[in-house]
């Protein structure tokens, strides 16, 4: 007998939980809907206080809220979520009446691609994809490669071993970017350098953008093989890689914003030689302003070396001493600008 | 028939039930010492539930839970500890999408094909764990857990370009190719709430068919026995070694399926943000549920409501974090309730057979003067 009630309770129960998801009907935000202009941005792995990616598009919406007067709102995803989490992410901040609604990484390619149908009138932001295509949607990407082969002119000039270290956070194509447009650049300044490869994690394990105790070890690795100038692209992982180089008196090179201005790494800033800078931060504040003057951007927006959407940073004094370095890396700008020299993509 | 056994009832309700007060309660206290209102954010969850948006999440949620809870659950009812759900339903995932993008079958000879290939590849992944525990005597837990990270290199290199990926045009994303449409399950969809994945349902069946060969067929006592102690099952005929690795691919092709209900009924490829995770979570799931089939359920929807509710804390100036707290209290609270609960119902037991005893002590004195 209580067998059979067991059994009663799970169909009742499932069928209970189904019918109520039908009738009632009612989906949340339905009710909401300020009159206010807001826009928001949804994150990537990390959320805020990544010190990197994150952060950087967050800068953009905190900017965007100081200079034009609007409400910004974010959202952080949660570890292993699906596709259908970031949908309804999306859904609720486009419903909310939030415009643009920015996804911030590629991960949120197929949710975009289900909501912005159902939302024309509001626009759709995504970051480093292009992948999804519609009237509303803004697709932002960066020629990482090109700043990344800056870095690579920068680390061959710099060296003294004539070995230099990258440090790459999880291999996707995405970071296999920088590692291309890196040894292009080292090659082409000096065959003669060798260039030291590591990824941290592979996916789906994205500790490689998040623990600052695996890009250390790396580092320690390439230092010990002899590199003298360490590149990362590893987010907050390659803190770690900072101190290490800068711990044993060699280069380190930051990535995504300027990392010898950063709070966090001040104590090793001086071993900073230089960073690449990834404009995460006004590609969304760009986006918001043209929402907000009435002329929203659909399509591919590109930022490259001539739109100084990447590039490389000189806040180092030490740097700016380098008179023979920096010649090398405005000749390369220049050609690369000109389409001279082409950067690979990919490895 | 057997007499309702209420004593049991309440006792096997009392351990999950001190559990979550204890956990809420604590919660309440992390919530109070960081300065926050205690109560609200429960509120603010329990009202961001009453959407039907939500709902559906939830139970499509639940659903792939349930599946990694029952994995778990077949293990422990063997006293095996399966760690290794999470790895063998990345993988069985990943396989089936890549078969499922291979070929083009009628619709559901298409479906069944990629579940099979999930539950295969989810029982060869645990079989080898099995295989080294009954060959060489390897601890479960230990071997499970190094293929978990084995399964991360090997999903990570066979999604390589070079080999099966797909990287589409404009997307640094990696997938598998996307399946064609006659390998979709059939959603129910609800209008503006979104779609319940069928998957899901078959999920919950298969919580019908767990308890039925658990609990009414030989070979589940068998399994049960084997799990209970492995020498007594042993001298009265049953082949542990042969159980352990049945068990094992049992628990394995359960496995395999947890990756099912997103992979046929919405993102119909594999790729790099293929949700993750729902392994351990499985673990917890299937302790709070007691490894008992309905257990299992609720805890299912429970897990599943901490997550989706939570998502709308940020919006009232809470971390969602606070849920993930709640689970990890809720972890603990069940281990040492349940231990509570039984240390508990055994002095019951105890006093009452005691009772009984002195009874029929009583009696036969009474008699005997007499």
């Known amino acids: 007998m209580r067998r059979v009630t067991r059994l009663a309770t799970v169909a009742i129960a499932s069928t209970a939980l189904a019918l109520s998801a039908t009738a009632c009907g009612k989906t949340s935000d339905s009710g909401s809907g300020s009159k206010e202009a807001s826009a928001a941005i949804a994150y990537d792995i990390g959320g805020r206080g990544d010190q990197s990616f994150n952060d950087a598009a967050y800068a953009g919406l905190v900017k965007a809220e100081k200079e034009l007067d609007i409400k910004g709102n974010d959202q952080e995803p949660s570890e292993g979520e699906s596709d259908a989490d970031k949908v309804q992410r999306l859904t609720e901040l486009a419903r909310s009446g939030n415009n643009p609604v920015i996804g911030v990484g590629f991960a949120y390619a197929p949710a975009i691609k289900k909501v912005a149908p159902k939302f024309p009138k509001t626009t759709f932001g995504i970051i480093d994809d292009t992948s999804v295509t519609g009237k509303n949607i803004a697709n932002m990407v960066f020629n990482e490669e090109q700043g990344s082969y800056l870095a690579g002119v920068a680390a061959a000039k710099a060296t003294k071993t004539n070995k230099v270290g990258f440090i790459g956070g999880v291999e996707v194509p995405l970071i296999k970017k920088f590692e291309a447009g890196y040894a292009q650049g080292v090659k082409d300044t000096n065959p003669k350098v060798q260039v030291l490869k590591q990824y941290l994690t592979q996916p789906p394990n994205f500790d490689g953008f998040a623990k600052p105790d695996l890009g250390k070890a790396a580092a320690q690795g390439q230092l010990d093989k002899g590199a003298d100038v360490i590149y990362h692209a590893a987010g907050l992982a390659g803190s770690g890689s900072i101190e290490a180089a800068a711990l044993d008196g060699k280069w380190a090179i930051g990535v995504d914003s300027d990392q010898y201005n950063q709070e966090g790494l001040a104590k090793y800033k001086a071993k900073i030689l230089t960073s690449v800078t990834k404009d995460v931060s006004d590609a969304v504040f760009n986006l918001i302003k043209s929402v907000k003057d009435g002329k929203p951007q659909s399509g591919e927006v590109r930022y490259g070396l001539d739109k100084d959407g990447v590039g490389l940073s000189d806040s180092n004094p030490e740097y700016k001493k380098m008179t023979d370095l920096i010649a090398a890396v405005d000749k390369a700008k220049a050609e690369i600008i000109s389409g001279k020299i082409k950067v690979q993509t990919a490895p | ?370």
Not at chain 2, 133 to 149: D, F, H, Q, Y
Not at chain 2, 165 to 182: F, K, M, R, W, Y
Not at chain 2, 183 to 200: A, M, Q
Not at chain 2, 289 to 309: Q, Y
């Open chain 2, 1 to 370: 028939m057997k007499k309702f056994d209420k004593d049991r009832l309440i006792l096997g309700l009392a351990g999950p039930v001190l559990a979550l007060v204890v956990a809420i309660a604590l919660t309440s206290v992390v919530l109070l010492a960081s300065g926050r209102d205690p109560f609200e954010p429960y509120k603010l969850m329990v009202e961001s539930a009453q959407y039907a948006d939500i709902q559906v999440l939830i139970l499509n949620q639940a659903g792939t839970y349930y599946l990694a809870a029952l994995a778990v659950a077949v293990g422990f009812r063997m006293n095996l500890f399966n760690i290794g759900v999470d790895g063998q339903y990345r993988l069985a995932a990943m396989m089936a999408a890549l078969v499922g993008a291979a070929v083009e079958l009628p619709g559901p000879l298409h479906i069944a094909l990629i579940v099979l290939v999930a539950m295969l590849t989810g029982a060869f992944w645990a079989g080898i764990a099995g295989v080294l525990k009954t060959l060489r005597g390897v601890s479960e837990v230990v071997s499970t857990i190094m293929l978990n990270a084995i399964a991360t290199s090997l999903i990570a290199w066979l999604i390589l370009t070079d080999n099966f990926g797909v990287q589409l045009e404009g997307s640094n994303d990696l997938t598998t190719g996307e399946i064609a449409e006659s390998g979709w399950f059939p959603s129910v969809t609800l209008g503006d709430g979104g779609e319940i994945y069928g998957f899901t349902f078959v999920a919950f069946a298969l919580g019908i068919v767990y308890w039925f060969v658990l609990n009414r067929t030989r070979f589940g006592f068998d399994l049960r026995a084997t799990g209970a102690s492995e020498s007594a099952a042993a001298a009265s005929g049953v082949d542990a070694k042969k159980m352990i690795l049945t068990a094992m691919l049992i628990s394995g092709g359960v496995a395999g399926l947890a990756g099912m209900p997103t992979l046929l009924g919405d993102t119909h490829t594999y790729s790099l943000s293929f949700p993750t995770g729902i392994g351990f979570t499985g673990i917890t799931i299937a302790l709070l549920g007691r490894n008992n089939p309905v257990g299992i359920f609720f805890s299912a929807l429970l897990i599943a409501f901490l997550d989706k509710a939570s998502s709308a804390l940020d919006q009232y100036g809470y971390e969602k974090e606070i849920a993930t707290i709640m689970q990890g209290l809720i972890v603990i609270a069940v281990v040492v309730s349940y231990e509570l609960v039984r240390r508990y119902g055994l002095r019951r037991q105890q006093q009452k057979v005691g009772e009984e005893l002195a009874a029929a002590a009583r009696k036969n004195r009474e008699e005997v003067a007499a």
